[in-house]
């Protein structure tokens, strides 16, 4: 029973990183109706980001707080110089883009920090009062930082002037235009808050798997299965989505499949969702009458 407990509360640690990570290419979905494949890499550049200031020194906490902020401005740069020109492009001619962003940071960050595997120092000590024999302190620390952000966005959101120009330019962006918004400039914001939620993805799981350049790929896939298994257009959706991935990725991988065949518990749902319930557990089923 206690490792059933255990396995449980892993999943959920876990699930909360992957539901951050769906999150954030639910946000890039439903402002662009394209899929980031880039998400993960930019999560990744950004951890690199965080090791780099942890490495001269840092505190943790301040180089936590810096990698958002320079998460959201890389976001926002990226989207108003690659993806600003081909808004209106084919849905091939973005896929492209996606991919091309995908292999230059990927690059980049093998050039720069090289590919060398390194630890990544976790904020939360061994001994914390917090730990118990169910779950270390990490899994609870990054539980509670993720949903911090969570909480953080849904504020930003509900009650903030741009939060809601965003949603409006999301949901309608011509009407959000006849009423003075700056449609293009809510998409730039909105990736920056992706790759910031990203960021605070990368650096949670960062202790768990260490860092290298190719870190996220394996995230990304659970989080792509967390966005479609609580529908691809609704962001609660996704977040409850990656804490059910994340059970049952541990709970399968320990007792039914083995930990080697884990990431195929993604792919069979991101499978097996697109083809029984293509719009996800709680997304929107349009229907187009011709």
């Known amino acids: 029973m206690d ?5 449980v509360v892993s999943g959920l640690a876990a699930g909360s990183i992957y539901a951050a990570v769906g999150l ?3 946000m890039i979905y439903q402002s662009t109706h394209h899929l980031n494949f880039a998400q993960g890499e930019m999560a990744m550049f950004s951890t690199f980001i965080a090791w780099a200031l942890l490495e001269k020194g840092w505190p943790y906490w301040a180089a936590f707080f810096v990698t958002i902020a320079a998460s959201f401005i890389l976001g926002f740069v990226v989207q108003r ?4 020109p081909v808004e209106k492009a084919p849905v091939l001619t973005n896929v492209i883009v996606f991919i091309g962003l995908l292999v230059i940071f990927n690059s980049v960050a093998g050039w720069i920090f090289d590919y060398t595997i390194k630890p990544f120092q976790s904020p939360f000590p061994k001994d914390a009062w917090f730990t118990t024999r169910f779950f270390s302190a990490h899994e609870v620390g990054s539980m509670a930082v993720t949903f911090c ?3 953080a966005l849904f504020l930003f959101f509900r009650f903030t002037p741009v939060g809601l120009a965003m949603r409006a330019a999301a949901q309608n962006p011509d009407s959000a235009r006849l009423v003075g918004i700056r449609v293009s ?13 990203g960021s605070v993805a990368g650096m949670m799981i960062a202790p768990v798997v260490f860092l290298d350049p190719n870190m996220m790929s ?13 529908g691809i257009d609704n962001p609660w959706g996704a977040v409850l989505g990656g804490l059910i991935v994340g059970v049952l990725e541990n709970l399968l991988g320990a007792y039914v499949i083995g930990t080697e065949l884990k990431l195929s518990v993604a792919l069979v749902m991101i499978v097996g969702v697109l083809t029984l319930k293509p719009s996800g557990l709680f997304g929107k089923v349009v229907v187009t009458r011709v």
């Not at 110089?81 to 600003?84: D, E, Q, S």
């Not at 400039?185 to 939620?197: E, N």
């Open 24 to 26: 954030a290419l639910v």
């Open 149 to 151: 952000v969570l909480l």
């Open 81 to 84: 110089i690659f993806l600003r």
């Open 185 to 197: 400039m809510m998409l730039a914001v909105g990736w920056g808050l992706a790759a910031a939620i």
């Open 3 to 7: 490792g059933f407990i255990h396995q």
């Open 218 to 230: 394996g995230i990304l896939l659970y989080g792509f299965a967390a966005a479609l298994f609580g």
